[in-house]
């Protein structure tokens, strides 16, 4: 025997009646129904409409399509049972997204294209790099070495350059001519640091010049490159130096070397080699022993 409990039947005056009770005990609502309805039993239909919230204590087979609404990020149209933020939405036409606690972590484009925290698709040649267990992946450059703007050195003393990804393994500056006024021993000195330039502690380095050698420290608790005995404010630098990251910790292992022609003097090549512990690096400053006053610099790096 079916049960029927309802708040209100419509049609009960029709001239077809509302409610046929077959001997089978099929239930036909001829004219319509609103209110409530429950089923202690299986519950078939070829169409339901349910204006508010319906909700099934069982299993729900649907043999065809279901439509929900777009929702949103705060929203979703699709949610877990008391945790209503987090879910599936549909923000666009061909489109579907994943929010997390109210925030949209990523979506399908239309076009297929993968999107992380919305429509953020990277560029292309980008890859899905990890931030580590605790942060979402961002979209990196690899591939190849990314080039800062270039730095004209025709003027003035210090010049810091940021805008180097946290994640390089390799940092590369190269100098075309650079030349500066200084009157004394010809210097030039190199800095790095995360967020600002670090003063850090001082670092030991290897020198050579031509045939010669000397031991330099770094001075001002910077990493002294250059130390030129000459003392003459024609001298060019060409070359380049390489900061190597050998170990990923919070505080990376760093190795540092330097190519470097001195045009002046005797147009002797200047090397050097050492070591350090820094902060993950993201700017990098290059110092002169009085101003830069022609030649230009590039830094560059490698994920």
């Known amino acids: 025997m079916s049960i029927i409990r309802a708040n209100k039947f419509q049609g009960l005056d029709a001239p077809n009646p509302a409610i046929e009770l077959p001997a089978d005990g099929t239930v036909i609502l001829a004219s319509g129904f609103s209110g409530n309805l429950e ?27 279901t439509a929900v609404s777009v929702g949103a990020s705060g929203a979703p149209a699709i949610h877990a049972s008391g945790d209503i933020n987090t879910g599936i939405f549909f923000p666009a036409a061909d489109t579907t997204s994943f ?6 972590r990523f979506r399908f484009g239309s076009a297929g294209q993968f999107g992380i925290g919305g429509a953020t698709y990277g560029t ?4 899905l790099q990890s931030q580590g267990a605790s942060a979402a992946p961002q979209w990196a450059t690899g591939g190849g070495i990314t080039w800062l703007a270039t730095q004209n050195t025709t003027s003035g003393s210090a010049i810091t350059v940021t805008g180097i990804d946290t994640n390089a393994r390799m940092i590369v500056i190269g100098l075309y001519r650079v030349s500066q006024s200084a009157t004394s021993a010809n210097q ?13 502690n001082n670092y030991f380095w290897s020198v050579g010049r031509g045939v010669d050698s000397d031991s330099i420290t770094s001075a001002n608790n910077a990493y002294r490159l250059i130390v030129d005995a000459y003392s003459d404010a024609s001298f060019i630098f060409s070359g380049n130096i390489t ?41 990098v400053q290059l110092i002169p022993a009085g101003n830069f006053d022609n030649g230009a610099f590039r830094v560059g790096y490698i994920l």
């Open 124 to 127: 292309s040649g980008q890859f």
């Open 188 to 200: 030039l000195t190199l800095r790095v640091g995360n967020g600002s330039i670090n003063s850090g």
């Open 99 to 104: 929010s997390q606690g109210g925030t949209e």
């Open 243 to 283: 900061l190597l990251r050998v170990q990923d910790t919070s505080n990376p292992l760093w190795s540092i070397t330097h190519n470097l022609s001195e045009n002046g003097g005797g147009n002797e090549p200047i090397y050097a080699a050492g070591s350090f512990t820094d902060t993950q690096i993201d700017r």
């Open 39 to 65: 089923s202690q039993g299986s519950f078939t239909t070829n169409s339901l409409t349910v204006e508010n919230t319906a909700t099934v204590q069982g299993s729900l087979l649907i043999d065809g399509t």
